[in-house]
């Protein structure tokens, strides 16, 4: 006699997450960032120590921390990666020691809102923009910086909202 174990059949749907984002144009965005280098793997847990940081050493005093910006290039995925946390250059009358400038040309963006409490809303828009990405969209990545946009606000709010802009181009 032989025994099998009952057949058992998964199936999984994909496109089922629906990604809330909208296109604009942008001119030419100077930033100021106070940046650290992170690894893929443990940037989650690492990020949000680092704004952290940021506020306890009063760095937000010199430069307000509203935007976390990424410099990445998906080719080198696993590899690390420049992540800084600053403003617009316009917000600061000089660049304060320890700050850089960086400049990020013209560009298509793809603006996706994430609303919840801050990190768990932010990281659980990146993992769903990652399975889902613009599929579907007229648009694809480019790969380049991408930009977290902390809006005025309490970060431990429900509802609070905040953004992440990719920059995009036209699919051929």
């Excluded at 005093?61 to 990424?70: Q, S």
């Excluded at 690390?80 to 600053?86: A, D, E, H, M, Q």
Aim: aromatic share 16%; charged share 25%.
């Amino acid at each position: 006699m032989k025994f099998f174990n009952k057949l058992i059949v998964n199936i999984s749907v994909k496109g089922d997450i629906i990604m809330d984002y909208r296109i604009e144009e942008k001119e030419e965005l100077r930033l100021l960032a106070y940046t650290k280098i992170f690894t893929y793997e443990s940037c989650a847990e690492e990020i949000p120590v680092f704004w952290e940081e940021y506020y306890q050493n009063e760095l937000h005093k010199k430069v307000p921390g509203y935007l976390g910006i990424t410099q990445e290039n998906f080719s080198t995925r696993g590899f690390p990666f420049s992540y800084g946390i600053g403003c617009y250059a316009h917000d600061v009358k000089e660049i304060p020691e320890g700050f850089q400038l960086i400049t990020i040309p013209a560009s298509t963006w793809a603006i996706f809102k994430c609303v919840g409490k801050v990190p768990d809303s932010i990281q659980k828009t990146w993992r769903d923009m990652y399975l889902e990405g613009l599929a579907g969209a007229d648009y694809e990545w480019i790969l380049d910086y991408d930009i977290e946009y902390f809006l005025p606000g309490d970060t431990t709010s429900c509802d609070y909202v905040c953004e992440i802009w990719i920059p995009v181009k036209k699919r051929i």
